[in-house]
């Protein structure tokens, strides 16, 4: 239910943009960057949905190399992805906003909406290649004495898959830590930024003082939000809790609600959007 309403709002976000494009034959380079955003979540829910009911409905499939590696990979890609376009929107109102005039902001803040599309190319590229060794090493097959069922009670040599969870810590901090590291930089400095600008906008209009605080408060949650997620998924690729059956289900449902929650945030937060 809660990956469904996350698929539900992101893709209410999509449609209001694409309402918002098909009335004026373009769209901001924010608003694409949203879009981007909202598809690479839905996508995400859509994953943990897909896993869950297999696990579900069919747990025998659960046997299956091939199945829970390509099962692994979709989730692992998505997420990457999704962890990749918040930095790149991050990054893009980090260069619009902030004034600095550094070697690298000036030249960019005049490219930011051409290089985008490229941005969210790489993107999806980092994303796939980073996730394919999760089909590779998630598991490893080891041998085991089985019983091979006959009238004299032998015993024979089987394989049984294990999870290789160092493996799979490896390839997360791997593909997520550079999108995740880049996006608390531009963060870190585009709150740094608006917090001496408030400062010194105190006997300016209360209006622009409210945007600016909005802004403010706007960053400082999506970054608490996306330390959470981090640390989250590095807790489930870890394993640390997989002798606790109860938490299975509850350690995703703990992981998307960040996710959840920062994309009703998105959706009420614009008058646009509501």
């Avoid at 694409?18 to 380079?29: A, D, E, G, M, V």
């Avoid at 969210?120 to 090493?137: D, E, H, Q, R, T």
């Avoid at 009670?153 to 290789?164: A, D, I, Q, R």
Wanted: hydrophobic fraction near 50%.
């Amino acid at each position: 239910m809660e990956c469904l309403v996350g698929l539900i709002v992101n893709m209410m976000i999509v449609a209001a943009n694409f309402l918002k494009w098909k009335s004026q034959r373009s769209l901001q380079t924010c608003d694409k960057i949203l879009s981007y955003l909202a598809v690479s979540r839905g996508f995400f829910y859509c994953s943990v949905i897909m896993g869950n009911l297999i696990i579900i409905f069919v747990p025998h499939v659960q046997e299956n190399y091939d199945v829970k590696s390509i099962l692994y990979i979709q989730i692992g890609f998505t997420f990457n992805l999704s962890q990749w376009i918040a930095s790149v929107l991050c990054v893009f109102y980090c260069v619009k906003i902030v004034s600095y005039n550094c070697a690298l902001c000036v030249p960019l803040r005049s490219r930011i909406s051409t290089v985008v599309p490229w941005l969210v190319a790489a993107s999806l590229i980092m994303s796939f290649i980073s996730n394919l060794p999760l089909g590779w090493y998630s598991y490893d097959h080891k041998t085991q004495n089985v019983l091979n069922g006959s009238t004299d009670n032998t015993t024979g040599k089987g394989f049984v898959m294990v999870s290789n969870f160092e493996s799979r810590v490896l390839i997360f901090v791997v593909g997520s830590f550079p999108p995740f590291v880049i996006f608390c930089a531009a963060n870190s400095l585009l709150i740094h930024f608006l917090l001496i600008h408030t400062r010194r906008m105190r006997n300016v209009t209360s209006q622009n003082l409210r945007s600016h605080f909005g802004a403010l408060k706007s960053m400082s949650l999506f970054l608490v939000l996306q330390m959470m997620i981090f640390m989250l998924m590095g807790l489930i690729a870890s394993g640390r809790f997989s002798h606790l059956t109860f938490l299975i289900h509850f350690d995703w449902i703990i992981l998307c609600f960040p996710l959840l929650f920062h994309s009703f945030y998105l959706f009420f937060s614009s008058s646009e959007l509501r």
